[in-house]
């Protein structure tokens, strides 16, 4: 069973950068597409971003595209979601999960994904 634990979150000032990573373990981690979402306390968990596990092709919400970027290593069985340009309300706790494997769908709904990692707080403020 696919397990994932998320890092390289932190504080940063408005219009700063950070890498967050997703680290897989425990199943075969290029048959899964891997999903990113965030969740601010007291709100419903949202979308953010997508890879595939075919062609790495990646999709993105309207609120992070031409500021966020997905990638994969499938040789690390890591995915890297590089932040730029953040902004207050990109305050959240981040989620990686991860698709069933063989399944080649482009989502970022939430009841789509089956393996999710424990989330790492992402905080931009000055």
């Known amino acids: 069973q696919l397990q994932l634990v998320e890092s390289g979150g932190g504080l940063v000032p408005p219009g700063g950068s950070l890498r967050l990573s997703c680290a897989a373990s425990?199943?075969?981690?290029?048959?899964?597409?891997i999903g990113w979402f965030r969740q601010a306390p007291g709100e419903e968990r949202e979308g953010v971003s997508c890879i595939s596990n075919s062609d790495g092709s990646t999709y993105y919400e309207d609120a992070v595209k031409g500021r966020f970027t997905l990638s994969r290593d499938n040789a690390k069985n890591t995915v890297y979601l590089q932040m730029n340009s953040l902004k207050p309300e990109d305050t959240d706790l981040y989620y990686c999960a991860g698709l069933k494997p063989g399944v080649v769908i482009t989502t970022t709904l939430v009841y789509d994904y089956d393996y999710w990692g424990q989330g790492n707080q992402v905080t931009v403020s000055s």
């Open positions: 425990g199943g075969t981690f290029d048959h899964h597409a």
